[in-house]
T-cell receptor, first 115, second 112 residues
């Protein structure tokens, strides 16, 4: 149980284009989803917290107009990187949590490369 | 603020060696503490957790005890295997918060 999937697993795009990453909880309802960014050989940096049906809460320094997060249902959240640039190249990871627990279940991550 | 500091890696051990990965935290309240493991090419998996002082989390031969007096949550295993090679992350969930705060991760390599 508690499986989280991400799609796509890797994506390559041209500078200036937008990319959407999907995060799904497959066998539970995720009242809260989180989006992280992981740089090579570094830790996870929380970008935003998303509660179903509400606007996402962004961490300091994360541009909300560049990283659009939608959490329209209890099993799906999306992260759209708008007007991507090479510095946005990274590993993006989502996690999901159900109400009443403090355990996050992580997706396998999406490798974004912006050329 | 709330933070997590882990033992710097990489750590390389021989099979059947004893493992300790140190983790300390700073927190304003009483956090929950976690160890996550990231195997090569995979996402993070919860390894174990503890939610209050003196709790011991355990899984797959790994153990960690929530020590409030030393603000620590060190990960231990008595006899490591090659399959334990991975990156290990210590994390806290601050009291009253939804988010996790991660340490920098420790890469562990076990040689046969």
């Amino acid at each position: 149980g508690a499986v989280v999937s991400q799609h796509p697993s890797r994506v390559i795009c041209k500078s200036g284009t937008s990319v959407k990453i999907e995060c799904r909880s497959l066998d539970f309802q995720a009242t809260t989803m989180f989006w992280y960014r992981q740089f090579p050989k570094q830790s996870l940096m929380l970008m935003a917290t998303s509660n179903e049906g509400s606007k996402a809460t962004y961490e300091q320094g994360v541009e909300k107009d560049k990283f659009l997060i939608n959490h329209a249902s209890l099993t799906l959240s999306t992260l759209t990187v708008t007007s991507a640039h090479p510095e946005d190249s990274s590993f993006y990871i989502c996690s999901a949590q159900t109400g009443g627990t403090d355990t996050q279940y992580f997706g396998p991550g999406t490798r974004l490369t912006v050329l | 603020g709330d933070s997590v500091t882990q033992m710097e890696g990489p750590v390389t051990l021989s099979e059947e060696a004893f493992l300790t990965i140190n983790c300390t935290y700073t927190a304003t309240g009483y956090p929950s503490l976690f160890w996550y493991v990231q195997y090569p090419g995979e996402g993070l998996q919860l390894l174990l957790k503890a939610t209050k002082a003196d709790d011991k989390g355990s899984n797959k031969g790994f153990e960690a005890t929530y020590r409030k007096e030393t603000t620590s949550f060190h990960l231990e295993k008595g006899s490591v295997q090659v399959s334990d090679s991975a990156v290990y992350f210590c994390a806290q969930k601050p009291q009253g918060a939804q988010k996790l705060v991660f340490g920098q991760g420790t890469r562990l390599t076990i040689n046969p």
